[in-house]
């Protein structure tokens, strides 16, 4: 149901029990880190109702100053969630995994700056915008098909569509 091996790409329907599991999450993160973050938002293809997903919970955490990402690191890591490199500056991110599969990503990023605008605003307006919702479902499924095994080449040639939300997004 939830978690997929890393640099897999296998995609399934939404489960209206993804946004269940958020919940879950947010309260053992928000009890955790309360003091450290200003948001927690659930993002990603599983927050947006009927979309296709990779079975993997996404999670915005918003923070005042990347300052705090230090102390931060360190009580996720004791809720079993390990940094994993990323190559987009202003932004940490940790998985967290059961068995061999990543069930949780965090995106842990300074609240209100363009890196959280951008992720929120994407998926907002793929919630409000049935159109935009089944071309992302199209391009996801032709990617996963075409790189089942290379999820970077996946999430790369998903770019010029997100890019394109978020100019679309940018003139509401």
Known sequence: MLGLERGLVKLEPYNDKWSKLFDEERELL???LKELITEIEHVGS???EGLFAKPIIDIAIGVSSLDVIIELKEK???LGYVEVPVRVGGKHVF???NEKKITHFL???IH???????QISFRDYLRSDSDAKIEYIKIKEELANKYPN????YTNKKKKF???????AKKL
């Open 30 to 32: 928000s009890s955790q």
């Open 95 to 97: 998985a967290r995994y």
């Open 46 to 48: 599983t927050s947006i």
């Open 150 to 153: 290379d999820v970077v080449s």
């Open 162 to 168: 997100v890019d394109d939300i978020l100019k679309r």
């Open 107 to 109: 995106h842990v990023m």
């Open 112 to 118: 209100d700056q363009n890196l959280w605008i951008d």
């Open 76 to 78: 996720v890591k004791d």
